[in-house]
């Protein structure tokens, strides 16, 4: 019998098989194979239908991972470049937010897909002036260069689209062993979907945020005319109408594809591309406090009153192509490469709202940007092997990662202020601003060669260590750029040293260390060095913690302890400038899967101290918690099937967010604030093709509350009640 064949990579395959390697005979065999006839390695047929014993087939009851009947529970993740491997062999704390929960909650922007993720913190919204959804993982940025599409990095630029997704991955802390220079909080991977075996055709159609309506295609299948050689994904939507903001309307198209070819048995190639267009009117509106102005409580306002003018606009547009290679070249060696080209512009006109005194009473300034462009290469070289030796067997994997991508804006445009007043705001007519073209660009390379090497030393232990060679060249040019120290080359080796032990069969304990090259943080708009990326850093991350299976729940308990160097504004010449330590530890618990038979559970919890240290340009932000960093989170999300008519399902969700300070001085700080949401479904079988209804609503009790501080941006109001329909069939 052969050995099993593991695809994405044989870094967690078993061990070796005996006899002739499968290298040899797949060189051996080549010929024949390639010529498609007989040939002198060609195995003779067998005919085995005669012989095989009558037997009942076994059903697997098992639900898929990830569905949910799981209770939306799951047991494999990506490991960066080591491929994908079961999350309870994974030194680090990974969560996987599955796709039909994504679907289930009615989600449709990084924020709400994310929402049963006690880790994530919202950082942009997409219904701001960029249309960008950014998240804070463990009160650290991870944007960027930690966004990836199936492992190849996808930045943010505009509006991330969630339709071609199959589930979304985030690896909370460092990844620097696995993505070279990158952000200290985690990364975010998103898993595209994937050909289906037998055909599928799925129609959903429905509403949300306010009044957008929209409609879904989403189809799969092989080519029979190819011999089901050519399998293909497609994903075709589009949505158009008002949302929660008065006089604000929302456009946006969306069409994928994904395609994969076996050329062999186990050499298989692929193909995706997909465009995103996205048009907005209306914006919401950012507050920044003047001198001596206090946070004003969230209910004074409306949610879905329009601060700013609803002739404010955003448009973006977005396409991206790839392709790549998965060939197992034998038993024990894997080859995997992949490419990806991103082409993004975008192009918006909002107001920033400046709140004057505590009446109530805020100026109104209109601000536009020249259209900025965005072009990004993105590629991977792996391969995994394993290597036995006359003690330990290595199970290896090396190669290269990486990314270049070219941005180009120009100088914003403002007009005068004009005063407003919160409970009556003032409406005036398009300044018509007239902009320039580009006056900046800036180039950032990241090369990365890297290699890990997993070894089970024992049946119960086993060792990850690995290093990346990193290296980033920046540059940036143009009479708009900050050229200071925006120029540099920089490289450095990020070790990585962890083990896994199983404590019982259900039950393991794990510890990591990693460090990190971090790209320097960019200056805000408001600084006297505006937009100027600083130099890199190296950061230093320390985790232990458990993973179990209790019954039917996955839960992850895990301890961090996160030191890299802190950036600020100094305030005597309000440049910003690197400055001290940050420091992040705490405790966060992870739960998903079935706690009764009809009652599911997704959720968690993250307490944390985030402070910072050793500063001396700004020595009052000693001790001081970094803006907008929670220091308490908290998510619970309830699925309960009627035990009398188990096709209606119920949900309930609980969101806690703790308090976040807006000033580095920690003078004012956002009050915490809980949220709930409610949920309907039905599912039915009717006339042979599944058929679903799926009723939410977020913010049940309309509460009002500031979803987030930014610095730079201001304060933002979060979603009032939002009620979301979705109607959907399969065939």
């Known amino acids: ?44 047929e067998i005919d085995i239908a005669a ?113 071609n997704v199959e589930r979304i991955e985030v690896l909370n802390g460092f990844s620097a062993f696995l993505n070279g220079f990158s952000a ?31 409609v879904h295609g989403d189809f799969g299948g092989k080519v029979a005319q190819t011999e089901d050689r050519l399998g293909y994904r497609v ?73 700013g003018q609803d002739w404010t606009f955003n448009q973006a547009k977005k396409t991206v192509a790839g392709f790549g290679l998965d060939y197992h070249l034998a038993d024990d060696l894997t080859l995997r490469a992949g490419y990806r080209y991103g082409s993004m512009w975008r192009y918006y006109g909002y107001i920033a709202g400046n709140l004057t005194d505590n009446l109530g009473n805020y100026t109104e300034k209109y601000t536009t940007s020249p259209t900025q462009r965005e072009y990004t290469h993105s590629e991977y070289v792996l391969v995994d092997a394993r290597i036995p030796t006359w003690v330990l067997t290595h199970n290896l994997t090396m190669g290269y990662t990486g990314t270049d991508y070219l941005y180009s804006r120009g100088a914003d445009v403002s007009s005068s202020l004009v005063k407003s007043n919160v409970d009556f705001p003032i409406a005036f007519a398009n300044p018509g601003l007239v902009v320039g073209g580009p006056n900046q660009w800036q180039q950032q390379v990241f090369i990365n060669l890297l290699i890990g090497d997993r070894v089970a030393v024992t049946d119960e232990l086993t060792l990850l260590a690995g290093v990346n060679l990193a290296q980033l060249q920046q540059r940036a040019w143009g009479p708009g750029a900050v050229i200071s120290t925006a120029n540099y080359s920089a490289k450095g080796l990020t070790p990585s040293l962890a083990f896994t032990y199983k404590i019982l069969p259900e039950l393991t304990g794990y510890a990591s260390y990693m460090q990190s090259l971090q790209n320097g943080d960019t200056a805000p708009s408001t600084a006297a060095n505006a937009n100027q990326v600083l130099a890199p850093s190296i950061s230093e991350q320390y985790e232990t913690g458990l993973k179990g299976s209790l019954g039917e729940m996955n839960v992850t308990a895990a301890l961090f302890h996160i030191d890299k160097v802190n950036a600020e504004l100094n305030p005597t010449n309000n440049v910003y400038m690197q400055d001290g330590r940050e420091i992040h530890q705490g405790v966060e618990l992870l739960f998903s899967g079935n706690l009764l038979e009809n009652l599911s559970a997704v959720g968690g919890f993250t307490l944390m101290r985030a402070y910072v240290d050793k500063a001396t340009a700004n020595r009052l932000t000693e001790g001081k918690t970094p803006v907008n960093v ?102």
């Open 235 to 307: 994903n075709i939507y589009h949505e158009d109408g008002s949302t929660s903001i008065s006089g604000s309307k929302q456009e946006r198209t969306f069409v994928s594809g994904r395609f994969t070819y076996d050329l062999a048995p186990g050499a298989e190639l692929w193909a995706d591309v997909y465009h995103n267009y996205l048009s907005m009117q209306g914006l919401q509106t950012y507050f920044n406090l003047a001198s001596n102005v206090t946070i004003p409580d969230a209910s004074r306002f409306l949610s879905s009153r329009q601060y």
């Open 630 to 731: 929670p220091q308490e989170q908290a998510r619970l999300r309830l699925e309960y099937a009627l035990p009398f008519e188990r096709d209606v399902k119920l949900s309930f969700g609980a969101n806690f967010y703790g308090r976040r300070p807006i000033d580095v001085y920690n003078v004012q700080y956002i009050d915490p604030t809980t949220t709930f949401d409610a949920g309907l479904r039905y599912e039915r079988e009717l006339w042979g093709h599944k058929f679903s209804a799926n009723l939410t609503v977020q913010n049940l009790f309309d509460q009002a509350y500031w979803a987030y501080y930014r610095s730079g941006d201001g304060l933002l109001l979060g979603n009032p009640r939002i009620i979301a329909l979705t109607v959907k069939a399969t065939w």
């Open 51 to 163: 012989e095989a014993p009558k037997s009942t087939p076994v059903v697997d009851k098992t639900p898929p991972e990830g569905s949910a009947e799981s209770g939306y529970r799951t047991t494999t993740g990506s490991f960066g470049p080591l491929g994908k491997v079961p999350l309870k062999d994974i030194p680090y704390s990974l969560n996987v937010t599955p796709g039909q929960l994504i679907e289930n909650t009615n989600a449709h922007s990084i924020g709400d897909a994310l929402k049963t993720n006690p880790t994530v913190t919202l950082l942009m919204s997409s219904g701001g002036y960029t249309s960008m959804s950014r998240i804070m993982v463990r009160g650290f940025n991870a944007s960027d260069q930690n966004e990836m599409r199936d492992g190849l990095v996808d930045r943010s630029f505009a509006y991330v689209p969630l339709e």
């Open 184 to 214: 200290p909080g985690g990364s975010v991977n998103y898993i595209s979907k994937e050909p289906t075996s037998t055909p599928l055709a799925t129609l959903a159609s429905g509403f949300y945020g306010g009044g957008v309506g929209f």
């Open 1 to 44: 019998m052969s050995a099993p064949v593991c695809f994405r990579s044989p870094f967690f395959c078993p061990g070796p098989t005996k006899g002739v390697s499968g290298l040899a005979l797949l060189l051996a065999a080549a010929p024949s194979l390639a010529a498609g006839a007989e040939g002198p390695w060609s195995l003779p």
